[in-house]
């Protein structure tokens, strides 16, 4: 007898927990993957994700194949397909890996109600719903105690699944992002290697780099981070690989802890987002705050003209800009400059979140929604343990600082190539002469500041305290 294993979000064999559960009880398997077409058209996705997610679906795909196993692929409505392939190969059980978003639980909440028996399994993170709680018994929203418990407690190691065979069944094609709708933007920069190749590859070249992590990862003009949120997001690495690989350099480097730490303390900020999202689902649609639910922001259609400015890179402040045009050109986005443009659209140009984070959702290569709501509930002062509302990032001095000579800022905005050191973060202050001499005229070649940051971040707080409990 056969039993299913419905292939989600986990795009890889080993340590995908229920592929493992399921080998460990079962000889024949059936690796399911259900392209749910309605779900492109309905979603608000973007070309990096969805070829994310495409690339890494196939490359899965052929190296099932090469081990003479395969994955059954079907398309249409999850509920449908899967009645249909139970009912066609009269399997005994049906095995998944947990998502914790509000649209993953409704659909995962029909599959329950199926005359079959089905076994989900924790995955996706280290811990998660209510498996870190207060002594009190409640959820954390604050991350500092949250974390202490995080890193005191036992964690899974990762596994191998066991032999396993694949039954042969018709298996549709998987549709190409033409005809899911999806085309490469112009002059998009793609990086990324989405498979287990290019997440283990990933890996090693940050094995590399980790001791630095903690002096170096704010610089956004190095190349100081992972870069392994896609490959989390959709599996090509496990969480517990790469903790456990990080756990391996801290044995051998017993004087040098503080780099692997901080590391560990981003994945530990990954699972709080994710236990957030599970247990405040409200949180992707209405502020974790509720006394700053009464806000009102500017809708994109309201503030066009700034909005505009803000999603295509053209604010006048470099630094921001700088950030925007790397997400446009890779489809990712340093983690300072996610901070930093999340401000800027908040406190300075008083942006509607729902309306950036449909944005960043459309344009993030590692869009998972409970980070993202986290990060930018985080930078608008609304969320669980967010930046004060009175601590406005300063967008001028926030690139002095970490992008000290302009690297950051010169690789993304070409116009501002020649610019000298001394005006790399404030180029509308180049006198004519130094605007002649760097080819770049302000005002036509790279715009004024939008606004004047002094006075928004007054007006900022005040709106802030207008409303505040
Ligand atoms: C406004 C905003 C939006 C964000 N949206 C996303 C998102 O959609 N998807 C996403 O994966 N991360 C998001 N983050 C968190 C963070 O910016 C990215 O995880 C990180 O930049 C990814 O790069 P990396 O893999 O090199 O990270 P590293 O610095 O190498 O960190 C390792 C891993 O830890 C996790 N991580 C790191 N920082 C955070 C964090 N602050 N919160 C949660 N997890 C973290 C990621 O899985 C990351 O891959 C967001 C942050 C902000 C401020």
């Given at each position: 007898?056969?039993?299913?294993?419905?292939?989600?979000?986990?795009?890889?064999?080993?340590?995908?927990?229920?592929?493992?559960?399921?080998?460990?009880?079962?000889?024949?398997?059936?690796?399911?993957?259900?392209?749910?077409?309605?779900?492109?058209?309905?979603?608000?996705?973007?070309?990096?994700?969805?070829?994310?997610?495409?690339?890494?679906?196939?490359?899965?795909?052929?190296?099932?194949?090469?081990?003479?196993?395969?994955?059954?692929?079907?398309?249409?409505?999850?509920?449908?397909?899967?009645?249909?392939?139970?009912?066609?190969?009269?399997?005994?059980?049906?095995?998944?890996?947990?998502?914790?978003?509000?649209?993953?639980?409704?659909?995962?909440?029909?599959?329950?109600?199926?005359?079959?028996?089905?076994?989900?399994?924790?995955?996706?993170?280290?811990?998660?719903?209510?498996?870190?709680?207060?002594?009190?018994?409640?959820?954390?929203?604050?991350?500092?105690?949250?974390?202490?418990?995080?890193?005191?407690?036992?964690?899974?190691?990762?596994?191998?699944?066991?032999?396993?065979?694949?039954?042969?069944?018709?298996?549709?094609?998987?549709?190409?992002?033409?005809?899911?709708?999806?085309?490469?933007?112009?002059n998009f920069e793609w990086e990324w290697n989405p498979s287990r190749e290019g997440g283990m590859k990933r890996l090693s070249l940050f094995k590399q780099k980790i001791l630095?992590?903690?002096?170096?990862?704010?610089?956004?003009?190095?190349?100081?981070?992972?870069?392994?949120?896609?490959?989390?997001?959709?599996?090509?690495?496990?969480?517990?690989?790469?903790?456990?690989?990080?756990?391996?350099?801290?044995?051998?480097?017993?004087?040098?802890?503080?780099?692997?730490?901080?590391?560990?303390?981003?994945?530990?900020?990954?699972?709080?987002?994710?236990?957030?999202?599970?247990?405040?689902?409200?949180?992707?649609?209405?502020?974790?705050?509720?006394?700053?639910?009464?806000?009102?922001?500017?809708?994109?259609?309201?503030?066009?003209?700034?909005?505009?400015?803000?999603?295509?890179?053209?604010?006048?402040?470099?630094?921001?800009?700088?950030?925007?045009?790397?997400?446009?050109?890779?489809?990712?986005?340093?983690?300072?400059?996610?901070?930093?443009?999340?401000?800027?659209?908040?406190?300075?140009?008083?942006?509607?979140?729902?309306?950036?984070?449909?944005?960043?959702?459309?344009?993030?290569?590692?869009?998972?929604?409970?980070?993202?709501?986290?990060?930018?509930?985080?930078?608008?002062?609304?969320?669980?343990?967010?930046?004060?509302?009175?601590?406005?990032?300063?967008?001028?001095?926030?690139?002095?600082?970490?992008?000290?000579?302009?690297?950051?800022?010169?690789?993304?905005?070409?116009?501002?190539?020649?610019?000298?050191?001394?005006?790399?973060?404030?180029?509308?202050?180049?006198?004519?002469?130094?605007?002649?001499?760097?080819?770049?005229?302000?005002?036509?070649?790279?715009?004024?500041?939008?606004?004047?940051?002094?006075?928004?971040?007054?007006?900022?707080?005040?709106?802030?305290?207008?409303?505040?409990?």
């Amino acid at each position: 007898m056969s039993a299913i294993v419905w292939i989600r979000r986990s795009l890889r064999e080993y340590d995908n927990t229920a592929l493992v559960e399921a080998s460990k009880k079962h000889e024949n398997l059936i690796p399911l993957y259900i392209v749910d077409d309605k779900y492109f058209q309905k979603a608000s996705l973007g070309y990096p994700r969805v070829k994310f997610w495409h690339s890494a679906l196939q490359n899965f795909k052929r190296q099932l194949k090469e081990k003479e196993k395969d994955i059954i692929v079907r398309k249409g409505n999850p509920v449908e397909e899967l009645n249909k392939i139970i009912e066609e190969t009269s399997a005994e059980k049906l095995y998944f890996n947990r998502d914790y978003s509000p649209y993953s639980r409704k659909r995962d909440k029909k599959i329950q109600e199926f005359d079959l028996e089905t076994e989900s399994f924790k995955d996706l993170v280290m811990f998660e719903k209510e498996e870190i709680l207060s002594n009190s018994g409640s959820p954390y929203k604050t991350y500092t105690y949250y974390a202490k418990k995080w890193f005191n407690k036992d964690k899974d190691r990762p596994q191998k699944p066991q032999k396993y065979n694949v039954p042969e069944l018709e298996s549709e094609e998987i549709p190409s992002l033409k005809e899911l709708g999806f085309e490469i933007p112009e002059n998009f920069e793609w990086e990324w290697n989405p498979s287990r190749e290019g997440g283990m590859k990933r890996l090693s070249l940050f094995k590399q780099k980790i001791l630095d992590y903690d002096s170096d990862r704010d610089y956004a003009w190095k190349d100081a981070t992972s870069k392994l949120s896609p490959h989390l997001k959709f599996g090509t690495v496990s969480i517990r690989e790469v903790f456990w690989e990080t756990e391996r350099i801290k044995a051998k480097n017993p004087d040098n802890l503080s780099g692997i730490k901080t590391w560990q303390e981003e994945l530990a900020w990954r699972d709080f987002y994710f236990q957030m999202l599970y247990n405040f689902p409200e949180s992707g649609e209405k502020a974790l705050q509720k006394q700053f639910r009464d806000l009102e922001w500017r809708s994109k259609k309201e503030a066009k003209e700034d909005w505009e400015a803000w999603k295509n890179g053209e604010t006048g402040f470099p630094f921001v800009d700088a950030g925007m045009r790397q997400l446009k050109k890779t489809g990712w986005m340093h983690n300072r400059l996610r901070m930093v443009v999340t401000s800027f659209a908040c406190k300075d140009l008083w942006l509607d979140w729902r309306d950036v984070h449909e944005f960043f959702n459309e344009n993030f290569v590692d869009a998972e929604l409970a980070s993202m709501i986290g990060g930018i509930q985080w930078a608008y002062s609304i969320g669980t343990d967010s930046q004060p509302y009175f601590r406005v990032f300063n967008p001028w001095t926030q690139g002095e600082k970490y992008d000290p000579n302009g690297e950051y800022i010169r690789r993304w905005i070409p116009e501002l190539k020649n610019v000298p050191d001394n005006h790399i973060h404030r180029p509308y202050k180049m006198s004519q002469i130094a605007e002649n001499k760097s080819d770049c005229v302000i005002g036509e070649d790279y715009p004024r500041p939008i606004v004047d940051h002094s006075e928004m971040r007054e007006k900022s707080i005040k709106k802030f305290e207008a409303v505040r409990e």
